[in-house]
Structures are given as structure tokens and as C-alpha cells.
């Protein structure tokens, strides 16, 4: 089920300084790590092995905890492989879906 948009989870501005901070932690780094590997070094779109990141492709937010869940903590299913461009131009014309779980 998608979270109503009428529902403040958090103030935006935290949330995303929130996420920055634990995108440097070295739990993400390895878990990046294992996506890439998996996707064997290259962008899934494009093919490109240049400035590689890894996607979530949903995001989970736990309405028991009232936080979403730690970027390392998702099934491989929801992370792909990107380079910086892709990744870049699909966030312009794709929002990430946000799910209750």
C-alpha cells in the first residue's frame, strides 16, 4: 500500500541529511559493494562501468517505528546498479515509490 501524501512522516530536510549520513557508513558501503559485484561492475541501463551507484527502487517505511527502513537492509530486489547519468535522469522522471511495511 503507498503511504497517503497527506501523512508527514518526518520534516524533508532531515529525512534526506538522515539518509546522506547513513549512505556513509560502512554497513551501506559493503552492501553497495555486494549490488555492484552482483551486477557485475557496470550500470544495468547503459552498461557503463563509469561513476557506479546503486538504486533502491522503493523505498519502506515501517508505520510501527515511524522510520524508514536503513538503506542497507532492502532484498537485492530493490537495488539495481546505475551509473551517476542514469541515475540522475531516471530520478527526473521517475519518483520512488514509498511503501508501508
Not at 551486477?39 to 510501527?64: F, I
Not at 532484498?75 to 530520478?91: A, E, M, S
Request: aromatic residues 10%.
Amino acid at each position: 500500500m503507498m503511504v497517503n501524501s497527506n501523512i508527514e512522516l518526518k520534516n524533508e530536510t532531515t529525512r534526506k541529511h538522515d539518509y546522506e549520513v547513513k549512505l556513509s557508513t560502512p554497513q551501506w558501503a559493503h552492501r553497495r559493494n555486494q549490488i555492484i559485484q552482483r551486477d557485475q561492475n557496470k550500470c544495468r541501463n547503459c552498461g557503463s562501468q563509469n561513476q557506479l551507484q546503486v538504486h533502491h527502487k522503493q523505498y519502506h517505511y515501517a508505520n510501527k517505528s515511524g522510520n524508514f527502513r536503513n538503506p542497507w537492509e532492502y532484498d537485492d530486489k530493490y537495488l539495481i546498479t546505475l551509473c551517476n547519468r542514469c541515475h540522475q535522469k531516471g530520478h527526473g522522471i521517475f519518483k520512488v515509490p514509498v511503501f508501508n511495511v
